[in-house]
């Protein structure tokens, strides 16, 4: 409730003693306001403790079962370590020593600050009874029975009634204060301080930010492993859906042409190609959408639509409804590409365990293409409708697991806790930073849904990144429109014995992951010995395609030049191992540098590589018979042979001007400017938890 303004009556009945006295007490109100916020944070802050402790307790209890000599797993920052059992009890009991004393320290605090509150409860009283008996002496001295002094007085005590009134809606002590100004400029300053610190809706906003060891915050859900093994599980499955939906009608071509009396092999083309047209479109919306309003209300909206396009897939009337919903399938599977990566980045702090994670992740990206021309191989014999039919049960069980993934983007958590506490308080003055946000249409298609447009377009890691992904990407797709022109163009396949030489693509990723692990063991030891090239960022994972580009490009020789009758059709199947491994060292290791190059941002530079190698890998399929059918099936392998050959100077360039390039991006630039500046808040409320006056884990913006 607002103070009311005085007239020049007013200003004229009171006197400068009174203007100081009111300065005091609205002071002390102010303060008192202070005092209650951080008092509720605090009380938050002591029950997340408590919890921690109950925790710690808990795991202490079970490991009481345990023989002495046993060694149990024991997480050290996001990594799991076998200690002996005594070793991890000490840590333990150490953990619990470190959070009674800091509970101990936060009930100080908190006890300081109620007596501060009780002292200025008193003070203001003391005031209130003050100001009343000078009142009453005023009205005794004034009393002669004039009809001006008796109208100052009404007017005097209507200001009073309203002060109180104000107050006690406010919920703090009622405090009659007369209000006196020199000038009007003194005037409405005086009650601007007055009506800010009556009405809440115009106090100073408090922003949250997550306090060191949160346990809502994604980075610290290592004490409940289970947790992130289950959100990286389910980012998996979605991913293998999305990817084994692109190439499911690859072994039902035939019955699909036959069906739908389709004779233009152009045409035959297009159920894999919209599909992946879909996934241009999708990730330029879902990943900033994602960065937006969180991972798992995208996700899961999108999965829904994607199971219902599949269906309707399953019971097409005809070849154009077919196709309208190949495209809208390909477009709502593209969100799992887009967003699983930002998903891995959410929860894993250390860039080696996300990089084992993203490293699952494209392992998933590369096995779902070559398992589904095998199901739609030998499904579609008895009718093509059973490939989609087979898609949606796959898809539906995949659905339920989705709906209890929680939330992992860490600006989206605060924002619910920003409504809870605001619900809770009655505060409408506490915020999240996403909720200070600029939104609106506008903002939406200027910025948010721009961004992975702009960083292909002004960033140099994005661009090239995308251009050696994209290339890699067109050729695996490819290989779905060769594949059968040599297996049952050369050796006489059937059309479901035709998807089982995708199986040596897809051994490839395994072997790959037992390199990846291999490099990470490496860099881990060089790390240990200070060297100096694991301190360089480029050295992380840049490293793996540097090995996967040759790879790459000798897999490509190999099928070309082995692809005859005379030779055993094995031969040109084992190309497909090293060609499985190229290709997810190839995209682990961009992927990645691309992820931490990009932090926050990093949905959005996956959404700009995942829409990139989507164009190509849905244009250059269409290509691959004329290709094939001119060059041979050597010549046309041997092109794609020379054009990777070409890409692979791209990681080696990283490696060498990679720093550079970063140092001169304004994304990264913007990036460093926040980490500088949450270290900056870090530090500020680590000193302001010596003072009782500040807020902790927060801002304060006018």
């Known amino acids: 409730m607002q103070r009311r303004m005085l007239s020049k009556d007013d200003e004229a009945a009171v006197g400068n003693d009174e203007t100081e006295v009111r300065r005091e007490d609205q002071d002390k109100i102010n303060k008192f306001s202070r005092l209650h916020q951080r008092e509720l944070l605090l009380e938050e802050e002591l029950k997340g403790k408590a919890k921690h402790k109950e925790d710690l307790e808990e795991i202490s209890n079970e490991l009481e079962l345990a023989d002495e000599d046993e060694k149990v797993p024991y997480k050290l920052g996001d990594a799991f370590m076998m200690l002996p059992l005594p070793e991890v009890q000490e840590l333990l009991s150490k953990s619990s020593r470190e959070i009674e004393n800091s509970v101990s320290a936060t009930e100080s605090k908190l006890s300081t600050i109620r007596e501060e509150m009780e002292s200025l409860k008193v003070d ?87 306090p060191r060891g949160d346990l809502e915050n994604p980075y610290n859900w290592s004490k409940s492993q289970g947790r992130k093994l289950f959100v990286l599980f389910v980012g998996i499955v979605s991913v293998i859906n999305s990817t084994l939906g692109s190439s499911l009608p690859s072994g039902a071509i035939e019955y699909l042409a036959d069906y739908f009396h389709i004779t233009n092999q152009a045409q035959l083309v297009l159920p894999i190609s919209l599909f992946l047209v879909g996934y241009v479109f999708g990730p330029i919306i879902f990943a900033p959408l994602s960065e937006t309003y969180g991972r798992r209300g995208v996700m899961v909206t999108t999965f829904i639509f994607f199971t219902i396009f599949t269906t309707a897939c399953a019971v097409a009337p005809s070849w154009p409804f077919f196709l309208v919903f190949r495209l ?40 779902g293409p070559t398992l589904a021309p095998i199901i739609s191989g030998f499904l579609s014999v008895a009718t093509w409708r059973w490939t989609f039919w087979a898609g949606l049960i796959i898809a539906g069980v995949s659905l339920v697991l989705l709906f209890f993934m929680p939330e992992t983007y860490g600006p989206t958590i605060l924002k619910h806790r920003a409504q809870k506490m605001r619900r809770e308080t009655g505060k409408p003055n506490i915020y999240a930073p996403i909720e200070l946000e600029k939104k609106g249409a506008r903002q939406m298609m200027t910025v948010t849904l721009t961004r992975p447009i702009r960083m292909v377009l002004f960033e140099a890691i994005v661009l090239f990144a995308c251009l050696y992904l994209s290339i890699a990407y067109a050729i695996f797709y490819l290989y779905f429109e060769a594949y059968p022109l040599i297996f049952e163009g050369i050796y006489g396949f059937n059309s479901g014995t035709a998807g089982l030489p995708f199986l040596g693509i897809a051994v490839g990723p395994f072997l790959a992951m037992g390199i990846f692990v291999y490099w990470d063991t490496v860099l881990m030891r060089a790390k240990t010995a200070n060297a100096h090239w694991a301190q360089i960022e480029e050295y992380r994972r840049l490293p793996l395609a540097c090995l996967g580009g040759p790879l790459y490009v000798i897999s490509l020789f190999w099928l070309g030049w082995t692809a005859n009758a005379n030779i055993h059709w094995i031969v040109p199947i084992l190309s497909g191992v090293p060609f499985g491994v190229a290709f997810l060292l190839v995209f682990t290791a961009l992927l990645n540098y691309v992820a931490d190059a990009y932090k926050i941002f990093a949905a959005s530079g996956l959404a700009a590589t995942s829409a990139c190698r989507s164009i190509f890998g849905a244009v250059l399929p269409i290509a691959a018979r004329p290709m094939y059918d001119n060059l041979g099936i050597a010549w046309a392998s041997s092109l794609l042979g020379f054009l990777s050959l070409g890409m692979c100077i791209i990681p080696f360039a990283f490696i060498k001007y990679g720093d550079r390039i970063r140092a001169n991006s304004k994304f990264c630039q913007e990036l460093r400017e926040q980490e500088a500046e949450h270290e900056h808040e870090r530090k500020r409320d680590e000193s302001d938890a010596s003072s009782p006056d500040e807020e902790i884990h927060a801002q304060h913006f006018p």
């Not at 409405?188 to 009506?195: K, M, T």
């Not at 894993?348 to 699952?360: E, K, Q, T, V």
């Open 124 to 210: 203001l009283s003391d005031c209130r009874s003050r100001h009343e008996n000078d009142g009453g002496d005023k009205e005794e001295t004034g009393g002669q029975g004039s009809q001006d002094s008796y109208g100052e007085k009404s007017r005097h005590q209507e200001m009073e009634t309203s002060t109180d009134q104000g107050n006690i809606e406010d919920g703090r002590e009622p405090v009659k204060v007369r209000l006196a100004a020199v000038d009007a400029k003194q005037r409405h300053q005086l009650e601007n301080e007055d009506n800010l610190a009556s009405d809440p809706s115009k106090s100073p906003r408090v922003v949250l930010s997550f």
């Open 328 to 367: 809208l399938c390909g477009i709502t599977a593209s969100s799992a590409i887009a967003v699983v990566g930002g998903l891995y980045a959410d929860i894993y702090a250390d860039p080696i365990i996300r990089g084992r994670a993203l490293a699952f992740f494209m392992a998933a990206t590369s096995c």
